[in-house]
């Protein structure tokens, strides 16, 4: 790193206030997934080297070490296991109550099973492949079932979108609809229902013990927008009413519904964001999992931003954010092939209020939690 | 074949001691001499019965060598030399040579004077063991002795570590001790040029780690002394010598620069001694850049630092102390400790690991109640933190090693197999090469394959050019013939001629003769007229002639036909060949014996 940016050293002295904890981490190559395997553990793939490495990392014992973290030194991310892949990992899921993940690839339409291993050996293995049951495109999206039964809720456009058991490789639904909408983003409400994002918006919400699917276009969305978005529960099993679902745009329009009316957004924002990237790869919204109605926005650029929506209303406005990770365009080292530093992917760790995962497109990794300025809580 | 051992001794899946028995071309070799930090009993010294079980191990090495200062490498140092026994040399860098007896002196203070222990190397013993140091330079080649050479690299990590090459001919293994690829504010990273060993020995106990940033560590650090300041606090900083105290002083000027903050920092007189004993040896230690943005830096010509006197501890209000010793055995740091502990605004800072017995063992540990001399007890109410500042390699260090070196197997130590499988394929799948992973106590045998030099005449390089054909390729070796003649160090090779000559013998002549019978109705010369036909028919590209004198010559070999007058149609075939023509002879003796083909 340069260590005579002024910049980068102003940024590091601001982060003795903005910053409860920071960690900064350098992988050997970049990731756009970052997805939780356990309490302390997270997993993390390649998508750009010849040799593809997924790799379960274990978070720096000093964030957990409460009350007596002066006295633990440990600031490092444990590697614990790791496998490698055949092509660049486009998605990846965390199956739910198991040691196995489930992902995507840039090169093939099939999704690969592993299985992350216990005490005894550090290898991922592969354990299966599910290809879907009719053409598709490659790097489908996932999801991981949320029942006992492990299972994958996949696809790559609308039609095509079904859900496959694990161990049998069985179909145990598909959709009923011919949309050639591309799926942009799905997940499960609870056992049985689930909704889909299309890249153009449209939100479908199924039911796995019927094909038809409700679908809610969106209106007045700009030419050219690539939506994303998120669900946020109370619980895993949680009555749909109690949901709140967020997407955001390419162009950095924000709304807030809620499942039980889609058609109406409750809430919504123009986002002063400009994307500088040309692909819509890495956009990503996300709902904090414990502070009430704060959501994180990445893929624009090298910046995660997170927003208060409780201020905003039916009438969209610009909101400032509550707080700017400028980690990793502050500590980037320049790269001389002019490509521009995004933030590939983030995650908001389960149960610390304020605290997330970052990644960029150099390959480094942040873990940040950040201070709230208007609670000013040491 | 060709191999190399590699024994670490210890025992099971123990970590904490370095001490790797490496055997090459014939040489023993011992790499560091570390002390076990956890055990209080004999379990902390290498378990030296492996190379002997009769006592003084002087006859069984050829020399050792130690990497760095810390104690998990050379703590065991004196008791191997001076209580089991060796007096050949042992070899490290000047500083290494500088700071061991001082860390060891500390050491054994504290264990046998503080702990009451016996079995303990004494003063005098860390004295005898110096002397027989032969101190390193980097990137000079030692002879050890005739065939066994050393050389030592620059390893980062701490002040005077090094990674060293042991070479015995054109066999090499490189023990990087512990390293850091990425730079530190005065240490810089290691760097080895592409020597290609047989075997690259290092650490798997980092390995498995992404290590966090330095900038992120030093935050820390700054946040932690800031939030002490502002609480009125005092924060006390133990520090063992030059180098990282240094460091941590510069990044606390700046800071008050920038944050125009007022509390004083003090630095103890202790150290501003020791600074200066140990400013030379940073100066010749250290690259250029570093000496122009840290070494050339005066103690004194810090604008917020100060020299620290004792009456200075008892002035009210927040202030920063750096004193020594690093673990709070003894001394300043001790005594400004005991005055401060009782405030839970105060803080200690330890920067490093701390010897089971000393009072930063114990606080580091989480004990609040220390019993001090005279059996006065001491609450101990201040903030303590734990900051590692240490510069080790992680998962990502290994693998730019292994591209720097580029060895022909890679062994890892102090780690569990079947933890490690992932790295292990990961090397493997990337380098093409083998990673060996022994258990302590184990030894791993390494096949190599060592080239032997050898000098060529020229009359024979001549010999082997003429006879035409493709230029050498060395992905396809031809056969050639010689003689190796091994004399005084040199290996020659000449031609046969040559050699019988420079030896003063002649050449032996071997000729093989045997007899074919062949039924034949016709005459003896006819018969001979015969063979000649069918050979020549057969023997195409082969000099094959009917000479006047009746005898049919193929190369040297030589066939004649004779008959007695009782059988005349039992045709006796003689072949003579000599050595040289032994296969085709051979050849031509089993075709006779078929017999001639009735078309001729």
Known sequence: MDISSDEADDWFMESLHIYRDLHVFQLEHPTKVIEWTGEKSICVADYSSARNEILELLLPLKLYAGGNKGLCPERDFKLQHGGFCDEPVECLRHIFGKRCVVTSGQYSSKLQVWDIGEGDSDIIKRTGVINPKCPSDKGRKIASGVTDGASVLHGSRINDVQQTELVSGRVLYAVGTDSLDAVSGLQFVNSSTFVVCANNGTLYVGDTRDPRMKHYVLHGSMSGSHWVFALRKDQPHSDPAACTVARLSSFGQVLVSDLRNLCSPVRQAQLNLQQNMATCDFLNVTWAPVLDSCLAVSGFDGKVHIFDTTSWSTVSQTPQPVFVHRGHDLSHEAKTDGTLLVVTTHVWHPWRPRTLLSAASDGSIHVWDWVDKNFEHF | ?600
């Open chain 2, 1 to 600: 074949m060709p191999d190399i051992k590699v024994t670490p001794l210890g025992a099971g899946q123990d970590v904490g001691r370095s001490c790797i028995l490496v055997s090459i071309g014939g040489k023993n070799i011992m790499l560091d001499c570390g002390m076990h930090m956890g055990y209080n009993d004999d379990r902390r010294f290498p378990d030296f019965s492996y190379i002997t079980q009769n006592g003084r191990l002087t006859d069984y090495l050829d020399c050792v060598i130690i990497s760095h200062f810390h104690l998990d490498h050379c703590g065991a140092l004196p008791y191997m030399s001076e209580m089991v026994g060796y007096d050949g040399p042992i070899y490290m860098t000047h500083p290494t040579k500088a700071i061991c007896p001082i860390l060891l002196e500390d050491f054994r203070k504290i264990t046998v004077d503080k702990k009451g222990e016996t079995n303990f190397f004494t003063s005098q013993m860390i004295k005898d063991c110096m002397k027989k140091v032969v101190p390193l330079n980097l990137h000079q080649t030692v002879q050890v002795d005739d065939e066994l050479e050393i050389k030592a690299y620059y390893a980062g990590h701490v002040l005077g570590a090094a990674m060293v090459q042991i070479k015995v001919g054109s066999e090499s293994v490189v023990y990087t001790g512990d390293y850091n690829m990425t730079p530190d504010r005065h240490l810089g990273a290691a760097w080895i040029d592409k020597c290609r060993p047989d075997i690259l020995i290092t650490e798997s106990t980092y390995a498995t780690t992404i290590r966090d940033s330095k900038r992120c560590r030093e935050r820390d650090f700054l946040k932690k002394v800031h939030e002490s300041i502002e609480r009125g606090g005092k924060v006390l900083i133990p520090v063992f010598a030059l180098g990282r105290a240094q460091e941590l002083c510069i990044l606390l000027e700046t800071f008050w620069e920038r944050m125009n903050l007022k509390a004083p920092i003090y630095f103890s007189t202790g150290l501003t001694e020791k600074a200066n004993h140990y400013y030379k040896l940073f100066i010749t230690w250290t690259n250029q850049k570093i000496r122009k943005t840290f070494v050339q830096r005066n103690m004194f010509e810090f604008k917020h630092i100060k020299a620290f006197d004792r009456s200075y501890a008892d002035n009210p209000g927040p202030m920063v102390v750096f004193a020594t010793p690093g673990m709070l055995h003894a001394g300043q740091s001790l005594q400004i400790f005991k005055k401060w502990a009782g405030n839970e605004k105060n803080m200690v800072i330890m920067p490093g690991y701390c010897v089971q017995g000393t009072v930063g063992h114990k606080i580091l540990n989480g004990q609040k109640k220390l019993e001090m001399e005279g059996r006065a007890t001491l609450e101990v109410k201040l903030q303590v933190e734990y900051m590692s500042f240490s510069a080790h390699a992680d998962a990502k260090g290994i693998m730019q090693l292994i591209r720097m070196a580029e060895p022909h197997n890679i062994l890892l130590v102090h780690g569990e197999a079947k933890k490690m499988a992932f790295l292990k394929d990961k090397i493997e799948q990337e380098f093409n090469i083998s990673c060996y992973m022994p258990a302590n106590g184990e030894t791993t045998t390494v096949t190599t394959n060592p080239s032997v030099p050898v000098d060529i005449s020229l009359n024979l390089l001549k010999r082997e050019m003429a006879l035409g054909g493709p230029l050498p390729d060395p992905k396809r070796p031809r056969t050639m013939h010689g003689t190796l003649i091994m004399k005084d160090n040199s290996l020659r090779l000449v031609s046969p001629e040559q050699a019988l000559k420079e030896l003063g013998l002649s050449e032996h002549q071997l000729r093989f003769t045997c007899r074919v019978h062949l039924q034949d109705p016709h005459s003896d010369t006819d018969t001979l007229s015969r063979i000649y036909s069918h050979l020549k028919s057969v023997l195409k590209g082969y000099a094959v002639q009917h000479l006047p004198d009746s005898t049919v010559m193929v190369e040297s070999i030589v066939l004649k036909v004779s008959s007695s007058a009782e059988e005349p149609d039992l045709k006796v075939v003689l072949l003579s060949w000599c050595f040289q023509d032994e296969e085709l002879g051979s050849f031509l003796s089993t075709l006779l014996k078929k017999g001639l083909p009735s078309a001729l």
